[in-house]
């Protein structure tokens, strides 16, 4: 019972939320938690840019981009991290950012992702949390536009210090899906 009123508590303050983007049917949670409780599916790069572009005004010039396109943007440090997990991706431009990352994990990877992320960081091969901004199927490589004005949410893991409010659990025991920075 104690964890239904967590789940439940954790919902009502992913909408609670006065901002605007927050009445945006697309982050009403499909679950009570990881990445369900961060928004509607996302499992097609098209509906992504559309949701982009109708929520931001920008994102007219999304360009689907390729594997090799992904190594050159994250670069050789970056790339390994991310790659496997990527099912389609595209890039636009979002102000203040000449260009951002639209991400659609693979089936099944949005897990497999965080799974990696958190065993990167108790082994000391990652320094800090993914700078992405993550919602259910789906993330924006440019962390704070993603947060700020699209409503999402960052995965942070231990060790660290996890914030005390404002989370949701992620997939993986550990992490949590925060809005660190975002105007609550």
């Not at 049917?25 to 949701?51: F, H, K, N, Y």
């Not at 431009?93 to 990167?120: E, H, N, T």
Request: some cysteine; charged content about 20%; proline content about 8%.
């Amino acid at each position: 019972m104690p964890r239904l009123a967590a789940a439940l508590l954790a919902t009502a303050l992913l909408t609670a939320c006065s901002s605007g983007h927050h009445q945006d049917p697309m982050l009403i949670p499909a679950g009570s938690t990881g990445a369900a409780a961060l928004s509607q599916p996302v499992t097609e790069l098209d509906s992504l840019v559309r949701w982009v572009e109708k929520t931001t005004d920008e994102c007219g010039d999304a360009e689907p981009a390729t594997e090799e396109d992904l190594a050159e943007y994250l670069g050789p440090t970056r790339f390994p991290w991310y790659a496997e997990y990527v099912g389609s991706w595209a890039t636009c431009a979002v102000r203040p950012y000449d260009k951002i990352g639209l991400v659609v994990f693979a089936p099944g990877a949005q897990a497999a992702f965080q799974r990696s992320w958190a065993a990167a960081l108790k082994q000391g091969e990652a320094r800090s949390n993914p700078d992405w901004a993550f919602g259910n199927g789906f993330a924006v490589t440019a962390g704070p536009l993603g947060v700020e004005r699209l409503g999402l949410r960052y995965l942070m893991c231990e060790p660290g210090e996890l914030p005390a409010t404002g989370t949701v659990p992620s997939d993986v025991d550990g992490c949590v899906f925060a809005a660190v920075g975002h105007h609550e």
